[in-house]
């Protein structure tokens, strides 16, 4: 059990979490994964942490230096 009683078995995979976040989960399993992290913060902080991994990269990046 983790810190919040939870079984490792009942949080939802990373790739679950994945598709949460793209919206590609049908609306039951979405809602199933929502009431989830409303309740557990570890999964929230997961999912943070893929939003953070899959944020889209700026449009103009900084040019890359030339002190090779």
Known sequence: LDAEGHGLEEHPPSERLSAYQARELPDAERAAVQAHLEACSLCRERLADLETFLAPLPE????LSSGF
């Open 60 to 63: 103009d990046p900084p040019p």
